[in-house]
């Protein structure tokens, strides 16, 4: 069984930061490429950032500049670092790990938390 837990969503003045996580527990061999995703209400879930397992990012142009993906290795752990937060990030926030177990590779989502950008 794999899981993954996010936390650090909540709610935000416009302008201000938050830094969501992302940690994956359970029998995995290694973790290829982490991503966050996010889900408007109304909207379909939208790609946000991408981190390789070298390391190697890709961003949403909605977000480029603004929001940091990283990642700790060690701790199979997905760091987001959202600044200079505008009302239309709020939304569900999810990660999706493409991770390798014995004998499989495939792709698991967190349960998501919630970013308000609000005043």
């Known amino acids: 069984q794999v899981q993954l837990v996010e936390s650090g969503g909540g709610l935000v003045q416009p302008g201000g930061s938050l830094r969501l996580s992302c940690a994956a527990s359970?029998?995995?061999?290694?973790?290829?490429?982490m991503a966050w995703y996010r889900q408007a209400p109304g909207k379909q879930r939208e790609l946000v950032a991408t981190?390789?397992?070298?390391?190697?990012?890709s961003y949403a142009d909605s977000v480029k500049g603004r929001f940091l993906i990283s990642r700790e290795n060690a701790k199979n752990t997905v760091y987001l670092e959202m600044n200079s937060l505008k009302s239309e990030d709020t939304a569900v926030y999810y990660c999706?790990?493409?991770?390798?177990?014995?004998?499989?590779?495939?792709?698991?989502w967190g349960q998501g938390t919630q970013v308000t950008v609000s005043s």
């Open positions: 359970g029998s995995i061999l290694s973790i290829n490429t």
């Open positions: 999706n790990c493409n991770i390798r177990r014995l004998g499989v590779t495939r792709d698991y």
């Open positions: 981190i390789a397992a070298g390391g190697s990012t």
